[in-house]
């Protein structure tokens, strides 16, 4: 699966900013896909995942309640509405498709498979 994630952009506190994550190649309705971040000098973080049909979400406590996945597996695309941003959300942010079924929640970058590119999102204060 190549992922390609898009939508990354500078936003003002408070304001809001979807991410796309378009895959292609194998089978994109059979991957859990999750979302993940990287601040600058700090490690890896879950963000949230939803399930291959997209019926069941899964969400870090730092977003929950602000952010909302969601996928269209007809465009083969991934979502990641996020609102109310603030500044410590600055981060890349990066799509991947998981093969994982036995497992739940999927939030260790090692159950992933696939990894899109990363797009960068800056909230300023």
């Known amino acids: 699966v190549q992922l390609q994630a898009s939508g990354g952009g500078l936003v003002q506190a408070g304001g809001s900013l979807r991410l796309s994550c378009a895959a292609s190649g194998r089978t994109f309705s059979n991957y859990v896909m999750g979302w993940f971040r990287q601040a600058p000098g700090k490690e890896r973080e879950f963000v949230s995942h939803?399930?291959?049909?997209?019926?069941?979400?899964y969400y870090s406590d730092s977003v929950k309640g602000r952010f909302t996945v969601s996928r269209d597996n007809a465009k083969n695309t991934v979502y990641l509405q996020m609102n109310s941003l603030k500044p410590e959300d600055t981060a890349v942010y990066y799509c991947?498709?998981?093969?994982?079924?036995?497992?739940?929640?999927?939030?260790?970058?090692?159950?992933?498979?696939?990894w899109g590119q990363g797009t960068l999102v800056t909230v300023s204060s």
């Open positions: 939803l399930s291959s049909r997209g019926g069941t979400k």
């Open positions: 991947a498709a998981s093969s994982v079924v036995s497992t739940w929640p999927v939030e260790r970058g090692s159950q992933y498979d696939y």
